[in-house]
């Protein structure tokens, strides 16, 4: 039973051929494309409206030079928000719930923010690293520090977001069998253990979104820093 739990994190295969590329894929033929008409239908509409805004927020606090990343950034964030839904529905697979998938996503954008820092304004990005008016004994130790948080950074992002969908799905397959078990001897215990897991299932949703928000809204944080 208990690792019955953690199949669900498994990558799907069929004849040894892992699908987690065709997970990856399938959302975007999800979004709807826009049109060359003058009038859009409601959807196209709201999903036009929703990336206006949310790019002209992730925007505001960055330089013109940071706009090039506008376009990245807000792709990621459509591709999150769609992989960390789809994965609520029953018998998908969730490929952000994989440490390997959500690190291969941050370590290197990440790395890109570090690298335009240092070759546009090296100065600026490395005086990061030493804050102003340290008194001279601690400069060695606050460089080591600020170094290792530095390093922390790609590894904090790829986790948070590993560990917030892992856990939400176990807690929804835990309270989802519980029911499932209490439902033929105690049916009110059942039907109360199945609100909360409609509860949670809500909370999920927006877990899901927030999560992806966060993700992209830290590596616009990191970009604000060296442009």
Same mark, same amino acid.
């Given at each position: ?24 894929? #399938?959302?975007?033929?999800? +979004?709807?494309?826009? =049109?060359?008409? %003058? ?6 509409? $709201?999903?036009? %409206? ?9 925007? $505001? ?10 376009? /990245?950034?807000?792709?990621?964030? /459509?591709?999150?928000?769609?992989? *960390?839904?789809?994965? #609520?529905?029953?018998?998908?697979? =969730? &490929? ?13 954008? %990440?790395?890109?923010? !570090?690298?335009?820092? @240092?070759? *546009? ?7 990061? $690293? ?7 004994? #601690?400069? &060695?130790? $606050? ?10 950074? &790609? ?14 799905? /176990? ?14 001897? @105690? ?8 609100? !909360? ?12 979104? +927030? ?17």
């Amino acid at each position: 039973m208990i690792l019955s739990f953690f199949d669900q994190f498994m990558s799907p295969t069929h004849l040894g051929i892992p699908l987690i590329a065709l997970a990856l894929s #399938l959302p975007w033929v999800l +979004i709807p494309t826009p =049109t060359n008409r %003058w009038l859009n239908n409601r959807l196209l509409t $709201l999903q036009g %409206w929703f990336i206006n805004r949310f790019t002209q927020q992730l925007m $505001l606090p960055i330089n013109l030079g940071g706009h090039k990343w506008a376009v /990245l950034l807000t792709a990621l964030m /459509l591709l999150l928000i769609t992989l *960390n839904l789809l994965g #609520l529905l029953p018998y998908t697979f =969730t &490929p952000t719930t994989q440490l390997s998938l959500n690190m291969g996503l941050a370590v290197p954008l %990440w790395l890109a923010t !570090v690298i335009i820092g @240092m070759r *546009n304004q090296p100065t600026a990005a490395l005086g990061h $690293l030493l804050p102003e008016g340290t008194p001279i004994p #601690l400069i &060695p130790v $606050l460089i080591v520090i600020e170094t290792i948080s530095l390093f922390i950074r &790609p590894l904090a992002l790829g986790v948070r977001l590993t560990a917030n969908l892992t856990a939400g799905h /176990l807690l929804i397959q835990l309270i989802a069998t519980a029911a499932f078990v209490l439902l033929p001897m @105690m049916p009110t215990v059942a039907i109360l253990t199945s609100t !909360v897991l409609f509860l949670l299932t809500l909370l999920e949703v927006a877990v899901a979104m +927030i999560q992806a928000y966060v993700f992209v809204l830290l590596l616009s944080l990191y970009l604000q820093e060296n442009v």
